[in-house]
C-alpha cells in the first residue's frame, strides 16, 4: 500500500507510516526505482531467513527513502541505533510485521515505536511496568472490549519505554526502574509524559551538595489506528 500516515509536525519533525502490503520482490521494485546503488544493505537483509523480516527491513528502507529528495542510507551505530550515512538528519526506526514507521527532524533528537495491540503483552506487564504502573493499568475483565483497552494501554506504555530508549540510545537501561510513564487516559490520541531516571553515577553535585541531573522528563504523543499503537518524541 505505501503510506499509511505521515505527520508534518510545527517543530520541523516528520512522522510517517507504511503499511507493508507489497510482497518482498514488489518492494525490492520499489527501492530499485528511487535508487539502485544498495548492495550492501540489500546483501545484509537478504541474510534474514524469514521473509517477513525481509520486508519489513525492505519496508523501512522504502518509507525512508519517500521522505528524501536525493538516495540516502541507513547505517547502524554500535549500540544498534539507526542513523542516515550520507545526512545528518536524525532517525528512529520501528516496524512490525503490518506496519513500518520512522520519525526524523533535522537536529533534535527523536525515538518513535509501534506495536500491535494484539501482542501478548504478559512479559511487558511483569519486567517492564513499576508498582506504580501496574497499579494504574484497568483491572481484568472477561468483558472483549475492557481487555482490547487494556491491552492499548500497555502497548502505549511500553510504545512509551522503547521510543525513550531509541532516543536516550543507552546500554542497560532498566525499564521498569529507569523509566517510568506518568498516569495517563486511553484515547484514539493524545500525550504523555515520561520520566529518565539517570544512573547515580552521572549525578551532577552543585556547590550545596545538592545532586542534580537525577531524571529528565519528557512529553510523548501517541496515536492508535488499525489494531496497532504509535508513539513518537522529539527533542
Not at 535508487?35 to 531467513?49: A, Q
Not at 502505549?156 to 542497560?172: D, Q, V
Not at 520520566?195 to 519528557?218: C, M
Not at 496515536?223 to 522529539?234: A, C, P, S
Request: net charge negative.
Amino acid at each position: 500500500m505505501g503510506i499509511y500516515l505521515k505527520k508534518e509536525l510545527k517543530n520541523g519533525a516528520v512522522i510517517a507510516v507504511w503499511e507493508i502490503s507489497e510482497s518482498e520482490k514488489e518492494l525490492l521494485e520499489i527501492i530499485n526505482k528511487d535508487e539502485e546503488d544498495r548492495e550492501e544493505e540489500l546483501e545484509e537483509i537478504s541474510l534474514y531467513k524469514s521473509e517477513q523480516h525481509r520486508r519489513e527491513k525492505l519496508a523501512v528502507i522504502a518509507l525512508v527513502q519517500s521522505l528524501f529528495e536525493e538516495p540516502v542510507h541507513i547505517g547502524h551505530h554500535e549500540n544498534g541505533s539507526p542513523y542516515i550515512e550520507n545526512d545528518s538528519t536524525h532517525i528512529s526506526i520501528t516496524h512490525t510485521d503490518k506496519f513500518a514507521a520512522v520519525t526524523i527532524h533535522p537536529t533534535e533528537d527523536v525515538g518513535i515505536d509501534v506495536e500491535s495491540i494484539k501482542r501478548d503483552f504478559t512479559a511487558v506487564e511483569k519486567r517492564a511496568l513499576n508498582d506504580d504502573e501496574r497499579e494504574d493499568l484497568i483491572e481484568k475483565d472477561e468483558d472483549p472490549e475492557k481487555m482490547e483497552e487494556r491491552n492499548t494501554q500497555l502497548a502505549i506504555y511500553w510504545c512509551a519505554k522503547e521510543a525513550l530508549y531509541k532516543r536516550m540510545g543507552r546500554h542497560n537501561v532498566d525499564f521498569s526502574e529507569d523509566m517510568e510513564v506518568e498516569h495517563f487516559n486511553v484515547k484514539d490520541e493524545g500525550e504523555i509524559d515520561v520520566v529518565f531516571k539517570y544512573p547515580k553515577s552521572e549525578h551532577i553535585v552543585d556547590e550545596d551538595g545538592e545532586e542534580q541531573n537525577e531524571e529528565e522528563e519528557f512529553t510523548m504523543q501517541y496515536e492508535v489506528f488499525e489494531n496497532h499503537v504509535l508513539v513518537w518524541m522529539v527533542g
